[in-house]
């Protein structure tokens, strides 16, 4: 278990995504964010001290149930830019859109974008159920919605090889127990940065009802 920036650091660096150039991409995130947490409440303040631990290396970890090079990937309710700046910071090869409907978030993420030179992800300015549907190959969110919620909203987007990478928290094994009327292979992953949260991975097939 990861407990400290120094070890949450290292832990990045172990990744085959983490480059010198990857590194320089995120601690230029870091940067960014403490600035702008200073105009908007963009992330607790207090979580701040811990960034790597508990945004950056929250985020990174889900980078380990996909390949590299798998794409497009599709962020919901980014906010402050986690999961979807980190993964863009580290894969920045993918494509990776970024919904996002406050317009203060939007115009923080299209300058962060900007800043770190990810030609490859976009942000998309609207409520989710606005979208039109399209196929990606991942689907993530963090404190987005309820798991049943999400996946009202987003199983339009999913096919049965998209993986859906959903950090959730110490509510991880609750909410998928409590996920019925599809049929899935989500599980819980142990989160790497604390003990009591897990991440959702998996796969969705399709509603009960619909599949013959």
């Given amino acids: 278990m990861i407990e400290t920036e120094a070890a949450a650091q290292q832990w990045l660096r172990s990744l085959p995504e983490c480059d010198d150039a990857a590194m ?16 908007q409440n963009l992330v607790s303040g207090a979580s701040l001290s811990e960034v790597w ?5 929250d985020s990174a970890q889900l980078l380990q149930y ?5 794409s497009p990937w599709l962020d919901l309710g980014t906010g402050a ?11 920045p090869e993918i494509d990776i859109a970024l919904v996002e409907s406050r317009s203060r978030r939007i115009d923080w993420l299209e300058r962060a974008i900007a800043a770190l030179h990810l030609q490859s992800a976009k ?10 549907a399209y196929p990606v190959k991942v689907i993530s969110a963090r404190a987005f919605a309820p798991l049943d919620r999400l996946v009202e909203l987003s199983a339009r987007f999913s096919t049965s090889e998209t ?28 989160s790497v940065t604390e003990s009591q ?6 796969t969705l097939a399709g509603r009960k009802d619909k599949l013959t």
Avoid: M, Y
Wanted: proline share 5%; net charge positive.
């Fill in 66 to 70: 996909v390949p590299r090079g798998t």
């Fill in 123 to 132: 942000v998309v300015g609207q409520r989710l159920e606005l979208i039109p």
């Fill in 163 to 190: 993986v859906w990478l959903l950090p959730k928290g110490r509510s991880a094994q609750q909410e998928l127990q409590s996920l019925t009327g599809w049929n899935h292979l989500f599980h819980v992953e142990q």
């Fill in 81 to 91: 830019g986690f999961p979807g700046l980190v993964v863009a910071a580290l894969r």
């Fill in 53 to 57: 631990r508990r945004h950056i290396v």
């Fill in 24 to 39: 320089a991409r995120l601690e230029l995130l870091v940067a960014l964010l403490i600035a702008e947490n200073g105009q």
């Fill in 197 to 202: 949260s897990g991440v959702i991975v998996g």
